[in-house]
């Protein structure tokens, strides 16, 4: 099998098919630290999941949905999944394309209202079937010219005003009306162009360090399935990737790589023959691995990196510090990941690449034919901007590139390491995937799976935090903001998406968007509002109409529709 490097990834993977079973649909439930947002809590008997089931463009056609209080009964569906600051969590509303919308007027096809009990005032209507469909609903609209025209359950006008003006029932005992859209201060136009596509999805995951394997063996056996569910369940995050650390890394108990016994004899091991996987690798990596391709009923892409060569094949003869691979030891560097690799393999564990370190070698023609893509990190992304990522796009267009490692709380300047309800970290997430992909980045990896509530284990005291946070005191665990950041994009956007343009007129700046076009021909759009007020958008396809979409201030939402 071809190899393909590139610095620092190798990725080379063949990955089956599967439909492992959904599960319920749940709430979060919520728990307020006064950090700025809520977390959901998961235990042995408890997570919030919320599966994505497309709608059909005959699901529901005439459905009841609700755009800023009033009622729409046409077009094709779509799914808004939103999650917010004031702690909404994946809320899912359907709305649909109207393909008659005008920037004034909204024609709106009504099904009967029942008496309300509060004539004055919009409210909720009834718990009676709608008449024609069986189609139970609650539903609000607003006045038109001042009156409100009610039916009740015999399907009669209940005022005579109303009877005078409203029109008739037509042939599938509907009505027509036209009521007028309430108008924001400035409407944000979009237009989705599928026919002009950019990169491809590899995939989305986060790191299966020794730390996160600690954590979650902390648990019991019930909580470590909603954990692993949360994250790889087709319900949960539908993670697709994953991080292997070759060795130890920092978040680690010790520091330590899979040839370190010549280290303590002062000597050299010529022919690998210390090589060995480590009780990490038995104990905190190998069976979540495996746990999570059973929950995908597939392979993950699964990214391999070392943290450090053995001592022994450094300058510093360290493995800590500054120290580089020693020359002469480039070919055993080569055979030590060969190495990890089949010893992986043999525990049933294909590894779809490798990062090789932080070198440049795309401009040696000899190194860079083995190159398929680039490896990056987001940190100090606030230095030098997402563009240059499309830079070096333009420069070498034929290379994938992928985010391989992400974490907040790490540098000198964030006092608090762990901030558990943080909002505002969750939109750095958000916005760091939304810039990268919008400039050539197919993938993002998080760190740590899951980390304490003091952001480790980590021997060098380097804590962070992490989208999960386990209290393994009371058996639970924390689903951060920034859990749901990720999974806006994660859950909605399976690999093999592609990144199509998604044109705008007058976006405030704090209004980030993207959009996808997956292999099942949905569209997906997401959105992350950092303002403090909401933003009202229209959307509109070629082939479907136009939505009109309030998206709430300080939110996340994502659009799918087929």
């Keep these: 099998m071809k190899k393909h490097w590139f610095p620092p990834l190798l990725f080379f993977a063949v990955m089956g098919l599967g439909n492992p079973q959904e599960d319920q649909d749940r709430p979060c439930i919520p728990r307020d630290f006064g950090r700025g947002s809520i977390v959901c809590v998961c235990n042995s008997t408890y997570c919030d999941f919320a599966s994505v089931k497309l709608l059909s463009p005959h699901d529901n056609a005439t459905a009841a949905t609700e755009i800023y209080g009033q009622s729409q009964f046409m077009g094709l569906p779509v799914q808004v999944w939103t999650s917010s600051k004031t702690g909404s969590r994946f809320h899912k509303s359907i709305i649909y394309f109207n393909q008659e919308l005008a920037d004034e007027p909204v024609v709106y096809d009504s099904q009967h209202f029942l008496s309300p009990t509060d004539s004055k005032s919009l409210h909720n209507r009834g718990k009676s079937p709608a ?20 039916l009740n359950e015999a399907h009669e006008f209940t005022d005579a005003v109303t009877a005078k003006y409203a029109p008739p029932l037509n042939e599938i005992n509907l009505f027509r009306y036209v009521a007028d859209f309430p108008r924001p201060n400035r409407l944000t136009k979009f237009t989705i162009r599928q026919d002009v596509q950019y990169q491809k999805v590899l995939g989305i995951g986060a790191a299966f360090t020794d730390a996160a394997g600690i954590n979650i063996a902390s648990l019991s056996r019930d909580t470590q399935e909603n954990l692993m569910k949360s994250y790889f369940g087709r319900s949960g995050n539908n993670y697709s990737m994953g991080r292997v650390p070759m060795g130890g890394t920092d978040f680690s108990t010790r520091p330590y790589t899979l040839d370190d016994m010549v280290d303590h004899l002062g000597g050299t091991d010529l022919n690998l023959t ?25 392979s993950l892409k699964l990214v391999a990196s070392p943290w450090s060569a053995p001592a022994w094949m450094k300058t510093n003869n360290d493995i800590k510090g500054r120290g580089v691979l020693k020359t002469e030891y480039y070919q055993l560097w080569a055979d030590y990941f060969v190495r990890f690799l089949r010893d992986y393999q043999k525990e049933g564990i294909n590894i779809w690449g490798v990062t090789t370190g932080k070198y440049l070698i795309l401009d040696d023609d000899s190194s860079a034919r083995y190159v398929d893509g680039i490896g990056t990190h987001w940190y100090f992304d606030f230095l030098v901007g997402s563009d240059v990522v499309s830079r070096f796009h333009k420069k070498y267009p034929d290379y994938f590139i992928l985010q391989t490692e992400s974490c907040l709380g790490f540098t000198p300047w964030e006092v608090e390491k762990v901030i558990v309800g943080s909002w505002s970290r969750a939109e750095q997430y958000l916005e760091a995937i939304i810039r990268d992909m919008r400039n050539w980045v197919g993938g993002f990896l998080d760190w740590n799976l899951a980390l304490d509530l003091d952001g480790g284990p980590n021997w060098a005291k380097l804590t962070a935090d992490a989208a999960i946070l386990v209290n393994h005191s009371r058996d639970e665990f924390f689903k951060q903001p920034i859990f749901y950041a990720i999974g806006h994009i994660s859950k909605f956007v399976p690999p093999d998406s592609v990144r199509i343009d998604l044109l705008v007129k007058d976006a405030p700046r704090n209004l980030l968007h993207i959009a996808f076009l997956r292999p099942d021909k949905a569209v997906v759009v997401i ?36």
């Excluded at 479907?544 to 529709?561: C, D, E, H, W």
């Design 527 to 562: 959105f992350l509002n950092r303002l403090n007020y909401d933003v009202k958008i229209s959307l509109y396809d070629k082939d479907r109409g136009t939505i009109r979409v309030n998206i709430p201030a300080l939110s996340f939402q994502t659009l799918v529709y087929q």
């Design 274 to 298: 210390a090589f060995a996987l480590q009780p990490e690798d038995f104990k905190l990596k190998i069976p979540y691995i495996r746990w999570a391709e059973s929950i995908r009923n597939e």
């Design 131 to 150: 008449r024609n469909n069986g189609f139970s609903f609650f539903q609000r609209f607003a006045e038109i010219s001042g009156l409100q025209p009610y």
